[in-house]
C-alpha cells in the first residue's frame, strides 16, 4: 500500500488545524483543566512554573495555528515519502 504523499499531508494539516483549535478552546475556557491535562503528558516536568497568567492574543493564537498547520503538513508529507521509500525496500 503507497501513500500518496499530498493526501497525507493534507490529512495530517486538517487533523492538527482541528486539534489546534480544541487546544486553544480549551486554553481558553478550562485553563487549569488544560494545565492538568498537558502536566499529564510531560512526567517530571512542573510546567506550573511556565504558565503565564495572561490570556493568549487572537494574533498569538493564529499563529500558533498557521505554523502548527503547516508543520503538521510538513510531517504528513515526509512521512508519506519515508513509508513509500521503505516499503519499496521490502520487495
Not at 493564537?61 to 521490502?90: D, E, H, P
Amino acid at each position: 500500500m503507497k501513500h500518496d504523499p499530498m493526501a497525507t499531508a493534507n490529512a495530517m494539516a486538517a487533523t492538527v488545524a482541528f486539534i489546534a483549535v480544541v487546544c486553544a478552546v480549551a486554553i481558553i475556557v478550562a485553563p487549569d483543566l488544560s494545565l492538568g491535562i498537558a502536566q499529564s503528558w510531560f512526567h517530571g516536568i512542573d510546567l506550573s512554573k511556565v504558565r503565564t497568567t495572561v490570556s493568549p492574543s487572537m494574533g498569538s493564537l493564529l499563529y500558533g495555528w498557521i505554523t502548527a498547520t503547516i508543520g503538521g503538513w510538513l510531517v504528513g508529507y515526509v512521512f508519506a515519502s519515508a513509508y513509500n521509500w521503505f516499503a519499496g525496500k521490502k520487495k
